[in-house]
């Protein structure tokens, strides 16, 4: 299975801004697309944003805007960035990578994740 480190999680004020990061540090299968979702405390894992390998990015309507999702190829490397956060944004942020780019919103289409990293947005 691939393996992928997530980072750069805390503590923030709301209003306050956060960059997650990413990083692949193994390769078991051709990654054509990786995610971003969110788990807060008793709720189902949510879909946040996905960027394919050449850079297209897939929102859904309900979290549009609202975050920001690159890669940098060289580093292996995808990010997440959050301005103004609020306390609803407060979860377990997770990523994930998968073959091919549909069906993104799904978790169940993506064959490995991340540890996860805490966010935890305080009013």
């Known amino acids: 299975q691939a393996q992928l480190a997530e980072s750069g999680g805390g503590r923030v004020q709301a209003g306050g801004s956060l960059r997650l990061s990413c990083m692949i540090l193994r390769r078991t299968f051709d990654i054509s697309a990786m995610g971003w979702f969110r788990q807060a405390s008793g709720k189902a894992r949510e879909f946040v944003r996905r960027?394919?390998?050449?850079?297209?990015?897939y929102v859904v309507e309900s979290v549009k805007g609202r975050f920001t999702i690159t890669r940098d190829n060289a580093k292996n490397t995808m990010y997440l960035k959050r301005n103004n956060l609020k306390p609803k944004d407060t979860a377990v942020y997770y990523c994930?990578?998968?073959?091919?780019?549909?069906?993104?919103?799904?978790?169940?289409?993506?064959?490995?994740w991340g540890q996860g990293t805490q966010v935890t947005v305080s009013s």
């Open positions: 994930g990578a998968k073959r091919g780019n549909s069906s993104s919103e799904n978790p169940e289409t993506y064959e490995a």
């Open positions: 960027i394919t390998t050449s850079g297209h990015t």
